[in-house]
């Protein structure tokens, strides 16, 4: 199956820093990549999807000057929480979706713990 | 406004039996679902989709039948296996319209009990 790299797995941060999530689809090229995020007992919920050297579209409510999402290539996004708060403590999960195919391969995910 | 629903939080089940999971959608433009599987701390893996044209599709232990007409799909499990033990989440899309966007519903626990 197709495999979805989330690095890192972990990170723990003081408030006020800016954060580095990478997603990386090991074994095929990922036109289009979706940034969740999930809350305890809660669904996944969609924060942005991003395609390859466009600029991502955000969901309503989710502050696009704050989670600033790259996709430099078919292989490789990146979400950068900026000037992180305790709030912004959360599971993030990346997916990639492969060719035309309705189907997500999700990373592992990232457990971000803002102190 | 939930466009999918997996109204039971947790199902518990003998070993060997059958497992029945629920959902029901609300959106009538969704044409393919999906079942992915989750353990703690991990990403969802997926287990088995069905498109809008059909009504039942088969892998191995895993089957997921879809209603269109009641808006419900379900994934059957059998037999069942201490492994299976995870959280379960439907998904829905609406492909047919350029968007490949998923919506999840919550997740139902499922607990297989040797």
């Known amino acids: 199956g197709a495999v979805v790299s989330q690095h890192p797995s972990r990170v723990i941060c003081k408030s006020g820093t800016s954060v580095k999530i990478e997603c990386r689809s090991l074994d095929f090229q990922a036109t289009t990549m979706f940034w969740y995020r999930q809350f305890p007992k809660k669904s996944l919920m969609l924060m942005a999807t991003?395609?390859?050297?466009?600029?991502?579209?955000?969901e309503q409510g989710v502050e696009k000057d704050k989670f600033l999402i790259n996709h430099a290539s078919l292989t490789l996004s990146t979400l950068t929480v900026t000037s992180a708060h305790p709030e912004d403590s959360s599971f993030y999960i990346c997916?990639?979706?492969?060719?035309?195919?309705?189907?997500?391969?999700f990373g592992a995910g990232t457990r971000l713990s803002v102190l | 406004d939930q466009q999918v629903k997996q109204n039971s939080p947790s199902l518990s089940v003998q070993e060997g039996r059958i497992s029945i999971l629920n959902c029901d959608y609300t959106n009538s433009m969704f044409d393919y679902f999906l079942w992915y599987k989750k353990y703690p701390a991990e990403g969802p893996t997926f287990l088995i989709s069905?498109?809008?044209?059909?009504d039942k599709n088969e892998d191995g232990r895993f089957t997921v039948f879809l209603n269109k007409s009641a808006k419900h799909l379900s994934l059957h499990i059998v037999p069942s296996q201490p492994g299976d033990s995870a959280v379960y989440f439907c998904a829905a899309s609406a492909g047919g319209a350029g968007s490949y966007q998923l919506t999840f519903g919550k997740g139902t626990k499922l607990s297989v009990i040797p």
């Open positions: 069905i498109s809008s044209i059909k």
């Open positions: 991003s395609n390859e050297g466009s600029k991502a579209t955000y």
């Open positions: 997916s990639a979706r492969m060719g035309d195919r309705n189907i997500q391969y």
